[in-house]
């Protein structure tokens, strides 16, 4: 291993990154256990700024002590484990992600990491999950790319007679370039575009004096019971925002890759048409997410050239690809809980704080029985240790009948208690997927 | 924007799933499950399973300078809480991921070494393997003794959900600085104590060295230094300059930024307590000091030793223990608030989440939350409400209560969602049992719980359900016309409460009894009542008599309130009297003198055939006056006369209703009951007084568990659970009769969870009452559990039960029976299926809490809705508007038949705990409904 590492000095490889936005990001890195001498940086990307917040120096300082006391790591075969670190006398947080790998013959222990400044620990930890399935994706890639460059190194050993150990070891940079960049995007999109923590109810429809006044009451019942029902993630499409414009050929272009790698379905919703869509529920997205990452995966696992293999090549030559984007679908369940508050909360006279606390009346209607519904499947389940049979008893029991009622309650427990979809739908599902496949709409 | 890794998986026409294909497929460890749940036995509770401690746990670790990473101390300190789990390894992995540079030594340019204040660091790490992981906060602690006179230790919550930890890092991290900052608190100070000691014992080393120096140069006489001497004069230079540097290491604690030791909420106080006993036995050498200085003074009983001036590591000495690094007051407070940790974050995720967000939600609804919330944790919201209004008055927020914003009295009797008071009366009176007392019966019923008691009653054999029985008719609906006439011209009397009245309250409260009601219910005009009277009554009742089948005379009582600049033609004024209206709210604009439901009783419109037809009138606590309003019908005159005059004023308040029981008696022989009055009196003794109460915050879960599972069985097996609870939802009070304490108990506490509040204290349940009922019995209790006994004495119980069984719902549990209004609706099936598969109580009682507050929902919507509450024009009449009212709540709310009750008595509480001044303290209603009951069987 030691014989392929660059040697060890402060100038670390790095990669600065043009943003567009304000980067909360201050770096991201790749470190490795070194068997002689310990941890060590490999790479790091920077956002290009004018203002150098944090030194290479430094960075290269934290990056390292990422891996400390990993040299004590116990983990399965593939593992991949997050630690998360809060430094108050750096004024950073980092995120690691720690996994095994397979480089060049030599079995070592790797780092992910990004680096925030301690004052985003706020902003960070609300997508520390979205955060954390990204990193976890780009490693799997990685650990297929070095496997894959062991046995092209082995094949040349083979053929040239020749060891080109300095050719080793480099290659795997430009791809996870390729791949950290969509993240720093990503965070940087959320630090500027993010939905506001507190939202005055003055600037939204519920401040109107009617229903009727901003849109149509079809497509606002449509539009908040499908966000609902898709766990309170949306992509709102209007003329009016810069980052949804229409693009040169007059459609619509989503966010697909993003929006496939969510956590949870997301309902399209565009204001110029009053058109709602949504995905599947949770685990049919789920199921959805993990057969497009298994492909994704499995066409890197079959690229036979670096060159296939780097993904920016892809775009040039096959350009013309439009993939469909029939994972939205029309909002087919009707609900009877955000109709009746949207039906009873303009009579509450707007400007005043009665529709707030009306509001929060309805949200708290729905976590409770979002948590009554947890009990009532841990009841019924043994906690997971029985199969979950009687969901008509439970549409009964928990007045749920109405499927949209259900589907907004199954989609709040889903976030408070996360695979419940799966736990109950994943099987079924699995029969019914194999007789339609439902991704070669795509 | 759809990039090139978005269709790099579509790009191959062949795959999208792994097929046959020339190369090899990917393999599965490179690649993702397809279920998050494939392998066996996985499932959404199941991380919790994988570990090897039973539950989440804190470990207290020290990087040992002698031994390396160790495990100190688990909370709880329990071996079966962590099991099999090995401390060491998990001690040894937290430990070795370090962070901190926390060091004591030369730095360049300075001559001493160097105290370095490091912040703690927080670290999320976590074993896979093991199913463990853990928010481990990292900290410093100072020790003479030790190795660059530092410790490094840390604090770790050790749990198998990894999510868990995540998702409460912010709320773990607070929590865990302010241990932190307790041990570090008392660590300072205990470095400081140890720095003075050595500095004295320096100081008395070098005095020794200085002496034995001197002694020698005196000695001395040849000229030239021995080697001795020399010896001496190094160890002297060696012990002036330890003491510089430990100087300066008492300075350098001493001068610990304060704003690092602002952190510490939880030390605070502390550190006030030890920098006054710091004052007091202060023997810092400079008084200059702050008072932070203080804190590190030490206690001056120590005497100085010799010590040698080069301390020598040695690696055989025992280091202090953490309890002597940080001062044991400081330790046990530590482990104090590790263990408020340990139980604050304990259980699954998804209750801790939920907790949070019902919180949240819950404070942006202090109208509403009172009615069914826990009133501990609505007591809690409160403060933090009274904190908020405070700070940060907004125009946005729905206005607190004041006088001025409310100032007509008429507003609070503003029921008019009761329009036919043919089937609804208020009475209003003074609250009897203090907030205390309240709170004690409330927890007196709480410890009384006994979980090991058999669920007896609920194994009876209770088969078929005959659900019509005897249908008592409304009564008192004849009315003449003379005495409405009367009525009508009936004054009201506003008066302040003297002083005198007040002091007599206590004898009242206890002896009052329906005999005297009574007296009251015989003075039905204004002829009847002589301005003395009118001067010094608070309030009024009206109450027409009519029980045990008489036709004559259902008695209606009202009583009203007005500010005490009203008098009696106040009434005629109200509608010019300018009203501060409310914005938010449309009470205060119904209090404005032009709506009708809410005019004064000189408005009192009857019905055809006799009846109050207006809104009963409710009372207001700030208000010092009342308005008195006498519509009894049918009481003959000569009764009335005999009744009424020369009463003191105070006999006819109904707050001192003892002292007229004597006159009630003879005057009353036609209506009263002899018997009654007798057990009244014996009602005043044990179930007043409140059991020895030991408030448990664990007792909390686990009566709403009991509580469900009890309501649970009772719904399944009572075939007139329905009515029942409809009885408590609107407001009828439902007496549980029966001879055994503990079934009757029981049942109470179960269907006690449907009893809506009053205001931010105990339910209005009184669980077990062995004396006879009387009329305010009613007014504060909405569930009663009444013993029955099977003694002559105990015939003067049923029989004041039986006086009041028309306004009342009997549940007797002996012969299985209940007697109250028909319920038609279908909010009550939903909340109370007896087909329901809800297998555990605890489940249970969180469906009836979430269909409780859509119901608040309702009710709130109800009450706060403008264009429903005030007339939609000038000359809108009363019916029309109530007619408009009945149909939103049919239409707009779904409400159908009595579920539209159960919302306007809901919306009637909403209406006086937002009007009244402190909310909480509100009186409850004396409301008897004129309502046909029936007699339900098993």
């Known amino acids: 291993m030691s014989t392929l590492c660059p040697p060890p000095s402060p100038a670390v490889a790095k990669t600065e990154i043009a943003l567009s936005g304000e980067s909360p990001l201050l770096a991201a890195t790749f470190a490795y256990w070194d068997n002689i001498l310990g941890p060590r940086v490999r790479h790091i990307w920077a956002p290009k700024t004018e203002q150098v917040l944090l030194s290479d120096g430094e960075i290269t300082f934290l990056a390292n002590h990422t891996l400390n006391g990993e040299i004590l790591r116990n983990a399965e075969s593939g593992a991949i484990d997050v630690k998360f670190f809060v430094l108050s006398e750096k004024g950073v947080i980092i995120v690691s992600l720690i996994f095994d790998g397979n480089w060049n013959g030599d079995r070592s222990t790797y780092g992910l990491s990004i680096i925030l400044p301690q004052t985003e620990l706020s902003f960070y930890l609300p997508l520390h999950r979205v955060c954390v399935d990204r990193l976890t994706h780009i490693i799997r890639k990685g650990r297929i790319w070095m496997h894959k460059e062991r046995q092209e190194s082995v094949q040349k050993i083979v053929l040239e007679g020749t060891e080109r150990m300095e050719d080793q070891g480099q290659s795997i940079i430009p791809m996870l370039t390729g791949e950290v960049i969509p993240v720093m995007e990503l965070l940087s999109s959320m630090k500027s575009h993010s939905v506001p923590e507190e939202i005055d109810i003055a600037d939204t429809v519920l401040n109107d004096d009617d229903i009727g006044d901003s849109c149509h009451e079809g497509f606002l019942l449509n539009a908040i019971s499908s966000h609902l029902q898709t766990c309170g993630c949306s992509v709102v499409v209007g003329s009016s925002a810069e980052k949804v414009n229409k693009d040169s050929t007059g459609s619509f272009v989503l966010p697909f890759r993003q929006v496939m790698y969510a956590p949870y379905p997301t309902t399209h919703i565009d204001v110029d048409v009053n058109t709602v869509k949504q995905m599947p529920p949770c685990h049919e997205h789920i199921y959805n997410q993990r057969r497009y990452m298994r492909s994704e995966l499995t066409a890197f696992w079959r690229a036979t050239s670096e060159e296939d293999m780097a993904q920016d090549t892809i775009i040039y030559t096959d350009e013309s690809f439009t993939p469909d984007l029939n994972i939205f679908q029309d909002v087919l369940h009707r609900d009877t809980l955000v109709k009746a508050f949207l039906d009873q909360v303009f009579h509450l006279k707007p400007g005043l704080s009665l529709r707030s606390t009306f509001l929060a009346q309805f949200l708290l209607v729905l976590h409770r029985k979002a948590l009554t519904l947890i009990k009532y499947i841990e009841d019924d389940t043994q906690k997971g240790k029985k199969p979950f049979k009687s969901l008509r008893n439970l549409k009964i029991d928990l007045d749920l009948t109405a499927e949209g009622d259900l589907n907004i309650i199954m989609a709040l427990a889903e976030k408070i208690k996360p695979g419940l979809h799966s736990f109950i739908f994943g099987r079924p599902f699995y029969t019914s997927v194999q007789e339609r496949d439902v991704l070669m709409t795509f | 924007m759809i990039s090139a890794p978005d269709v790099v998986a579509f790009t191959k026409e062949d795959e999208y799933e792994e097929e046959p294909y020339n190369e090899p497929a990917l393999p599965e460890e490179y690649s993702v499950p397809l279920f998050p749940f494939a392998s066996q036995g996985a499932n959404p509770w199941s991380k919790l399973s994988g570990a090897k401690f039973s539950r989440d746990f804190i470990l207290i670790s020290e990087f040992s300078e002698q031994v390396g990473p160790q495990p100190l101390l688990t909370i709880p300190n329990d071996t079966k809480v962590f099991g099999t789990f090995d401390l060491n390894y998990f001690s040894l992995r937290i430990m070795s991921v370090d962070y901190q540079a926390s060091f004591v030594g030369h730095p360049p340019g300075s001559a001493y070494p160097k105290l370095n204040f490091v912040e703690d660091s927080k670290v999320v790490l976590g074993d896979s393997k093991e199913g463990a992981f853990a928010y481990v906060h990292h900290l410093t602690l100072y020790d003479l003794e030790a190795r660059g006179f530092v410790r490094p230790f840390c604090m770790a919550y050790i749990s198998a959900d990894q999510h868990k930890i995540m998702q409460q890092f912010q709320e773990l991290s607070a929590e865990f600085s302010k241990a932190s900052e307790c041990l570090k608190t008392g660590n300072r100070k205990a470095f400081a104590g140890e720095l003075e000691k050595k500095l004295k014992d320096l100081d008395y080393t070098r005095t020794v060295l200085h002496t034995e120096t001197e002694i020698q140069k005196k000695a001395n006489d040849k000229g030239f230094y021995s080697s001795q001497a020399i010896e001496k004069a190094n160890e002297l230079a060696s012990v002036e300059k330890s003491i510089i540097e430990h100087q300066d290491l008492l300075k350098q604690i001493r001068s610990y930024p304060h704003r690092k030791s602002k952190g510490s909420d939880l030390c605070s106080g502390e550190m006030e307590q030890t920098s006054d006993q710091a004052d007091q036995v202060s023997s810092t050498s400079n008084p200059d000091e702050s008072a932070e200085t203080d804190l590190y003074t030490c206690r001056p009983a120590y005497t100085p030793k010799l010590i040698k001036a080069k301390s020598t590591k040695c690696f055989d000495k025992k280091l202090k223990t953490l309890e002597e690094l940080c001062d044991t007051e400081y330790f046990t407070q530590t482990l104090a608030q590790l263990s408020h940790i340990e139980h604050m974050f304990r259980g699954d995720l998804c209750y801790l989440l939920t907790s949070q967000i019902d919180r949240a939600l819950l404070k942006q609804q202090h109208i509403t939350n009172f009615l069914f919330e826990d009133f501990v944790e609505v007591d809690d919201r409160v403060v933090e409400k009274q904190e908020n209004v405070s700070s940060k008055p907004s125009e946005d927020q729905l206005p607190s209560r004041s006088l001025g914003e409310c100032p007509i009295p008429k507003v609070l009797i503003s029921v008019g969602s009761y329009k036919s008071s043919v089937e609804s009366v208020l009475i209003k009176m003074e609250q009897e049992l203090g907030d205390e007392e309240y709170k004690d019966a409330e927890v007196a019923e709480l410890n009384s719980f006994d979980p090991q008691e058999n669920l007896d009653y609920l194994d009876m054999d209770m088969k078929g359900s005959v659900s019509s029985g005897e249908s008592i008719e409304v009564l008192g609906t004849e009315k003449s016309t003379s005495v409405l006439s009367k009525s009508d011209s009936q004054a009201s009397l506003t008066v302040p409460l003297s002083p005198q009245v007040i002091r007599s309250k206590a004898v009242s409260h206890r002896t009052i009894s329906e005999d005297s009601i009574e007296v009251l219910s015989t003075c039905p005009s204004e002829a009847l009542i002589p301005d003395d009277f009118k001067a010094s009554y608070p309030s009024a009742i009206n109450e027409e008599e009519s029980y045990a089948g008489d036709n004559e005379g259902a008695i209606h009582f009202q009583a009203s309130t007005s500010p005490p600049e009203l008098g009696e033609t106040e009434e005629g004024s109200l509608e010019n009297t300018p009203s501060q209206i409310d914005s938010s709210c449309c009470i205060g604009q119904e209090s404005d003198g032009q709506l009708g439901p809410f005019s004064p009783p000189a408005h009192t419109h009857y019905d055809e055939d006799g009846v109050v037809s207006s809104p009963p009138q409710s009372y207001r606590q700030k208000d010092q006056g009342f308005h008195v309003d006498f519509t009894v019908e049918n009481a003959s005159p000569s009764s009335r006369d005999n009744s009424c005059e020369g009463f003191p004023a105070y006999e006819l308040d109904p707050n001192h209703l003892l002292a007229s029981r004597d006159v009630s008696k003879t005057s009353l022989d036609n209506y009263s009951d002899t018997t009654s009055y007798v057990s009244?009196?014996?009602?005043?003794?044990?179930?007043?007084?409140?059991?020895?109460?030991?408030?448990?915050?664990?007792?909390?879960?686990?009566?709403?568990?009991?509580?469900?599972?009890?309501?649970?069985?009772?719904?399944?097996?009572?075939?007139?659970?329905?009515?029942?609870?409809?009885?408590?939802?609107?407001?009828?009070?439902?007496?549980?009769?029966?001879?055994?304490?503990?079934?009757?108990?029981?049942?109470?506490?179960?269907?006690?969870?449907?009893?809506?509040?009053?205001?931010?204290?105990?339910?209005?349940?009184?669980?077990?009452?062995?004396?006879?009922?009387?009329?305010?019995?009613?007014?504060?209790?909405?569930?009663?559990?009444?013993?029955?006994?099977?003694?002559?004495?105990?015939?003067?119980?049923?029989?004041?039960?039986?006086?009041?069984?028309?306004?009342?719902?009997?549940?007797?549990?002996?012969?299985?029976t209940l007697r109250c209004p028909l319920y038609r609706g279908t909010l009550v099936p939903r909340l109370a299926d007896h087909r329901t598969q809800i297998k555990r109580g605890s489940t249970y009682y969180l469906h009836v809490q979430s269909m409780l507050t859509q119901l608040c929902a309702k009710a709130f919507l109800y009450t706060f809705c403008h264009h429903l509450q005030l007339p939609a024009h000038d000359k809108e009449t009363e019916e029309l508007r109530a007619s408009r009212q009945a149909s939103f709540l049919k239409l707009d709310l779904g409400l159908v038949n009595e579920d539209a009750r159960v919302v306007q008595y809901l919306a009637e509480l909403l209406k006086l705990h937002y009007l009244q001044e402190s909310p909480g303290t509100g009186h409850p209603m004396l409301r008897f409904d004129y309502v046909p009951s029936f007699l339900y069987k098993i």
Request: net charge positive; proline share 6%; charged share 20%.
């Open chain 2, 680 to 816: 009244s009196v014996a009602s005043t003794s044990s179930d007043r007084i409140p059991s020895s109460a030991h408030p448990s915050c664990s007792s909390s879960e686990r009566h709403k568990k009991r509580a469900g599972q009890n309501a649970l069985k009772f719904i399944r097996q009572y075939p007139f659970a329905h009515p029942a609870i409809y009885s408590l939802l609107s407001g009828r009070t439902l007496v549980v009769l029966g001879e055994d304490e503990a079934i009757v108990r029981k049942l109470v506490t179960a269907l006690s969870i449907f009893v809506p509040n009053y205001g931010r204290y105990a339910k209005p349940v009184k669980h077990w009452v062995s004396s006879p009922l009387h009329i305010l019995d009613f007014q504060k209790w909405k569930l009663i559990g009444l013993q029955r006994v099977a003694s002559p004495a105990s015939a003067g119980t049923l029989h004041a039960l039986s006086r009041y069984s028309r306004y009342t719902s009997i549940l007797d549990l002996d012969n299985k």
